[in-house]
């Protein structure tokens, strides 16, 4: 849930931005794959979302979905194959869709967990084309990319490097489906992608993590849940830091991703930014966010009742107050 966007929002602070979302491996399997539902819609109509899934089938339900919704925002679901380069490569399709990869799923290890092999055993393959993300962006003139989500059953890295001149070019926050355990063959792992990312200036903010028992065993832990196996990875950029990317150390940059952390609910984070912004660039009303800071901490009762005035926050953009 966010705290600061609908406010930004409401005084006309977000007219000024357009957020862009890219999300590989779209398939809609709950509402939580639904951007344009969830709390991004509150950037709408100044919203693009970019779906892409080796299913063709998967991108066509998705775009009938849009059709009868009659959105407010620009959404589109590409059937391609997305990897690290254009190549023909091989898809092992899997019991369930969503476990699909490009990686040949690790029957005897899922074996040995349950509720495993149901979803990730093999049914059958075929031959596809993968190309990058890159090349989608320099053939459609997309120059610039917000957020990213990834999710193709260990083939995330491949993305990831398949993406090197968008994620150059100011790529704010990525979220990333991880293994910590090869469930497919000679998949990299989350120590790959972690290196990855943190050589790309990124910063790992939260894991959400998934975990599985053995299927022969009929006990378990009280307080543990299993062998962690894979989760999501949530990683930010941080323009504040020493020798950051100049590409997002622009205002505009700062101002967005100040939104996406509070969208995916890193409300401090987000306050930080909005606090920098206010005493580097408050001069301009467009990046004056003292009154927002002030009327989101006052919702707040138990900061109220110690003191407004005692935050260091407070203190720093009380000059900006009425600019």
Known sequence: MSIFVKNLKEKGLLDQIHITVCNVGSRKISSLDDYGAGAWNLFAPNLTIYGFDADPDACEAAEAELELK?????????????????????LYVTKHPMCSSLYPPNETY?????????????????????????????????????????????????????????????????????????????????ADIDVFLREHGFTLFDLETNYRHRARSPIGSTHRRGQLLWGDAYYLQDPIRENANFQIKEPSKILKLACIADVLGFPDYSLELLEYLTVN???????????????????????????????????NISSFLNI
């Open 281 to 315: 660039y408050g001069d301009n009303p467009k990046y004056n966010f003292a009154q927002t800071i002030i009327e989101i901490l006052s919702n707040f009762p138990d900061i109220v009742e110690s003191g407004l005035d005692s935050l260091p926050v407070v203190a």
């Open 70 to 90: 009659q959105i407010n925002w620009t959404e589109k679901h590409i059937p391609l194959a997305l990897g690290k380069s254009v190549q023909e490569a091989t």
């Open 110 to 190: 899922t074996a040995r967990f349950s509720y495993l092999p149901e979803l990730c055993n093999l049914d059958f393959t075929i031959e596809i084309e993968t190309t990058t993300l890159d090349t989608f962006c320099n053939a459609e003139e997309i120059n610039t990319i917000d957020f990213i989500q990834i999710d193709v059953q260990g083939a995330e890295l491949q993305v990831l490097e398949g993406a090197l001149e968008i994620l150059k070019r100011g790529v704010l926050g990525i979220q990333v489906e991880v293994e910590f355990s090869h469930i497919y063959v000679n998949q990299p792992l989350f």
